[in-house]
C-alpha cells in the first residue's frame, strides 16, 4: 500500500512489528496537515505459527494494544474466508479500541476485505457490510463483558463506525489459481 518493504518470514508473512517514517510530499502536506507518516506493519492475529504458544491470545491482544494506541488510523485487513478466524480478530481488535476509549483515545478504523469477487456489486456488498456490522456489534459485546465494560453494546460505542465509508473492497490478485495465474 506505502511501497515499503519490510522483512518476512517463511518469505511472506511478517514477524513481529516493523515501523518506517515516510516524508509527506510537499503536494501533500496541507491536505495531511503533517510533515511525516509512520506505517506500522505487524504479524497477522490468530497467526498458525504462534498458535501453539499458551500466550498467543494475550500476545495477539498485545500486539494489537500497541498498534492502535500508536495510530490515528488502524487498516484491518480481512483477507480470510473462515468466520470463526475473523470473529476471533475481530474480537481482539475490538479489545484494543476498547482500551484506546478507556484513555481518551478514539482512533480510526478502516476495513480493507480482499479477494472480493465483485467490487462493484453494490447490493451484494450492503449486505455484506449489514451483516459485518452485526458481527462487529456481537465481538463488540463480547470484548466490552471480559473487559468488564457495562453500557457498550455495539460497536458505535466504541468509536464512530460508518459501514459505507469504512470498509474497503479489492479484488483478488490472480486471474485463476497461483502459482502460474497472471495478474488480475
Request: charged content about 25%; some cysteine.
Amino acid at each position: 500500500m506505502f511501497g515499503l518493504q519490510f522483512p518476512v518470514a517463511s518469505g511472506r508473512c511478517t514477524r513481529g512489528a516493523f515501523m518506517t517514517l515516510l516524508k509527506v510530499k510537499e503536494n501533500f502536506l496541507e491536505e495531511l496537515g503533517c510533515d511525516f507518516i509512520l506505517v506500522i506493519d505487524t504479524e497477522g492475529l490468530k497467526a498458525p505459527e504462534l498458535a501453539s504458544l499458551e500466550d498467543s491470545y494475550e500476545h495477539d491482544n498485545e500486539l494489537a494494544t500497541l498498534v492502535v494506541g500508536l495510530s490515528d488510523v488502524t487498516i484491518i485487513n480481512m483477507a480470510m474466508e473462515n468466520t470463526s478466524e475473523m470473529k476471533d480478530i475481530l474480537q481482539i481488535v475490538v479489545h484494543a479500541f476498547l482500551r484506546m476509549k478507556d484513555i481518551g483515545k478514539k482512533p480510526s478504523c478502516q476495513f480493507v476485505h480482499q479477494n472480493v469477487s465483485d467490487v462493484s456489486a453494490h447490493e451484494k456488498n450492503m449486505r455484506h457490510r449489514k451483516t459485518f456490522l452485526e458481527q462487529l456489534d456481537e465481538m463488540t459485546k463480547v470484548a466490552a463483558n471480559m473487559e468488564k465494560k457495562s453500557g457498550i453494546t455495539c460497536f458505535s460505542d466504541v468509536m464512530n463506525y460508518d459501514p459505507e465509508e469504512h470498509n474497503w473492497y479489492i479484488p483478488g490478485l490472480w486471474q485463476g489459481d497461483p502459482p502460474m495465474a497472471p495478474v488480475n
